[in-house]
């Protein structure tokens, strides 16, 4: 089973405009994380991430995947 961790911070939101105003709103904050994560025995990798309290699951790009050293169709575990 995978390690999981408790969250124990804040997150800092960043400023980030609509490509399409709504009702007048032209800029929405949105939290941001610096996360470290790794696989396997590959060293971490840290970067920044949006973070979406209500999501049951994590998604990375594919870019942060194949630096993890899986890529495609990895792990899928929780």
Do not use: H, K
């Amino acid at each position: 089973m995978p390690e999981r961790r408790a969250f124990n911070g804040s997150f800092q939101f960043s400023r980030v405009p609509l490509p399409t105003p709504v009702n007048g709103v032209e800029v929405v904050l949105r939290p941001y994380l610096t996360v470290r994560l790794s696989y396997g025995r590959n060293e971490p990798i840290r970067f920044t991430a949006l973070v979406d309290t209500g999501a049951d699951f994590s998604l990375v790009s594919r870019e942060v995947a194949e630096e993890l050293g899986g890529g495609p169709g990895g792990s899928r575990g929780s």
